[in-house]
């Protein structure tokens, strides 16, 4: 079978960058992606590039390329799913929030109504891939809802979980390290991993596409994430040895990442990981293995995330102990909010704990990044549900002048490693501030010699003094 039209449920951080490569790469396929949420969809369509929804760099020009050639963005879910000969399911899959898993397992509630959509418009046989990451054995309740609630069409489920990191998504996705397919062992789900390896064979070399059984793709996504949040659960531990002991996290991290066992990549100190996956894939296992009774593994992987909270906590704390035991009334300068460099996610971005514990000791907090908007911010703040409205605005204000959010400012925390904030007129920023002038750099991105030839106070994650 050759695909000719593709549709997208969910047009977020991972279906709009990957619908719009392989739009891109695909001319001769009809790709259009949908989503409930009418705003995002329009910002999707908008004319003005800079005001796509989701900030990659390069997606734009891949955007402008496509749209409208053969690239579509839709809240016409029910036409696009008659439609398409392949279905990608790209909706949110966040930690359970209630009931049963609390906390732990993944809220699959999008991806049945997804599944139950699908069952019900469907009129020709389709394939439908899981995109979100999803425990294992996923596939077979989507099967199991397709099969019974539909229409008496074929179905068939692949698992091509996605491996892009947001900030480096379109590299990653024109170039990507593998792309992983798993399918059913019978003839027709050998046949529909094949339609999907030629849709990538437009653009990824061969012997880059890996295909599985379903059930090795779903736990492969969950164990690479698991290992890379391991990492630099491993690096953020060190890294607390280093500051006691004298030792430079960063020279550690190039004596251990020379050796070709580890390796150089992922070994970042750092205030903590955030994204919208490694907390959850790890929590997610943690709740798998727990069902499985398989305590110990549980645990093993449940000390990722502690030592990550430990990570977050330990910066804020320090921030406090170090200004005097008190930060109450005075400003703290925060630059980025973002998870990581490179993106507007924001989502469990270790910035928001620590806001959250300065706020808690009556700090007043002045916000700079230069791709999160205020309201976002604002957004995390209230969805914490620990302050009104009105208060969270109060303590916490946004700008988007640098040289304003530090100016009088008793303290500046680095919270995202954007490039810019290492070209700064620093010398500016220590003259506009309260002496003595801290900073914490909790990205290690800083030049802490010359800062501190400036005048500044200076802490970096993992450097000893
Ligand atoms: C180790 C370090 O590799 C070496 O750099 C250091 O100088 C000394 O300690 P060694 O203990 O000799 O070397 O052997 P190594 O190959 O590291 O194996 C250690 C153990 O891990 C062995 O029992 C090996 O069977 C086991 N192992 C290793 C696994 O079970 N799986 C693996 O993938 C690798
Ligand atoms: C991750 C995986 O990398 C990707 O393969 C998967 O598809 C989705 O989850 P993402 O969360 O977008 O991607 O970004 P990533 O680059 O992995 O960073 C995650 C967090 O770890 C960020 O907060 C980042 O700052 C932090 N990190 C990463 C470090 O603190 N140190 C490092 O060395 C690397
Ligand atoms: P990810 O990082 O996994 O892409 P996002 O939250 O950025 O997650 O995107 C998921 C998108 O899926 C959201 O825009 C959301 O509105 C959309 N979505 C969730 N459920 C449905 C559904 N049943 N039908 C269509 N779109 C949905």
């Known amino acids: 079978m050759k695909i000719k039209t593709i549709c997208c449920i969910g047009a977020g951080y991972v279906g709009g960058p990957t619908m719009a490569v392989i739009a891109q790469k695909c001319p001769h396929?009809?790709?259009?992606?949908?989503?409930?949420?009418?705003?995002?969809?329009?910002?999707?369509?908008?004319?003005?590039?800079?005001?796509?929804?989701?900030f990659e760099p390069g997606l734009d020009s891949i955007v402008k390329e496509a749209r409208g050639r053969n690239l579509f963005f839709s809240t016409n879910i029910d036409q696009a799913i008659e439609e398409a000969d392949m279905i990608f399911i790209s909706v949110n899959?966040?930690?359970?929030?209630?009931?049963?898993?609390?906390?732990?397992?993944?809220?699959?509630?999008?991806?049945?109504?997804?599944?139950?959509?699908?069952?019900?418009?469907?009129?020709?046989?389709?394939?439908?891939?899981?995109?979100?990451?999803?425990?294992?054995?996923?596939?077979?309740?989507?099967?199991?809802?397709?099969?019974?609630?539909?229409?008496?069409?074929?179905?068939?489920?692949?698992?091509?979980?996605?491996?892009?990191?947001?900030?480096?998504?379109?590299?990653?996705?024109?170039?990507?390290?593998?792309?992983?397919?798993?399918?059913?062992?019978?003839?027709?789900?050998?046949?529909a991993i094949q339609t999907l390896v030629d849709i990538y064979a437009n653009w990824v070399p061969k012997e880059r596409?890996?295909?599985?059984?379903?059930?090795s793709s779903e736990l492969s996504k969950l164990t690479a994430n698991a290992f890379l949040a391991q990492r630099v659960s491993s690096i953020n531990a060190m890294s607390e040895i280093c500051e006691k002991s004298g030792a430079d996290i960063d020279e550690v991290a190039r004596a251990i990442g020379m050796d070709s066992r580890i390796g150089p990549k992922f070994l970042k100190a750092s205030v903590g990981f955030g994204g919208s996956c490694f907390q959850k894939d790890i929590l997610n296992l943690v709740y798998i293995a727990k069902t499985y009774g398989l305590n110990e593994v549980a645990d093993y992987w449940e000390q990722v995330i502690l030592m990550n909270d430990h990570q977050k906590n330990r910066f804020s704390d320090n921030i406090v102990s170090t200004l005097y035991n008190t930060v109450s009334g005075k400003k703290i300068a925060f630059l980025g909010w973002a998870f990581k460099k490179d993106t507007n996610d924001t989502r469990e971005s270790p910035a928001i704990k620590v806001a959250y514990n300065l706020l808690n000791e009556q700090a007043n907090i002045a916000v700079y990044d230069p791709k999160v908007v205020a309201e976002r911010m604002y957004a995390d703040l209230d969805y914490l549900n620990t302050r009104t409205e009105a208060v969270n605005r109060s303590l916490l204000t946004v700008d988007t002048d640098p040289y304003l959010v530090t100016k009088d400012a008793h303290a500046?925390?680095?919270?995202?490693?954007?490039?810019?904030?290492?070209?700064?007129?620093?010398?500016?920023?220590?003259?506009s501030m309260h002496k003595p002038a801290f900073i914490f750099d909790g990205r290690g991105i800083l030049d802490k010699k010359a800062l501190e030839k400036i005048g500044f106070v200076c802490y970096t994650i993992g450097k000893g003094s």
């Open 93 to 191: 899959t966040p930690t359970k929030t209630y009931g049963k898993g609390k906390g732990m397992a993944a809220d699959l509630k999008y991806i049945e109504l997804c599944a139950r959509q699908i069952a019900k418009v469907a009129k020709q046989d389709k394939i439908v891939v899981e995109k979100s990451t999803l425990p294992v054995r996923t596939a077979s309740a989507i099967k199991n809802i397709l099969d019974n609630t539909g229409n008496g069409v074929q179905f068939q489920i692949l698992s091509n979980p996605e491996f892009l990191a947001e900030g480096t998504a379109v590299q990653d996705l024109l170039n990507p390290d593998r792309v992983l397919i798993g399918g059913d062992t019978t003839k027709e789900g050998q046949a």
């Open 29 to 54: 396929i009809k790709v259009t992606v949908v989503d409930v949420n009418a705003s995002r969809i329009a910002a999707w369509n908008d004319n003005d590039l800079n005001n796509l929804p989701v």
């Open 412 to 431: 500046i925390a680095v919270l995202t490693e954007w490039d810019e904030f290492k070209y700064y007129d620093w010398q500016r920023i220590y003259d």
């Open 209 to 215: 596409i890996l295909t599985t059984n379903v059930w």
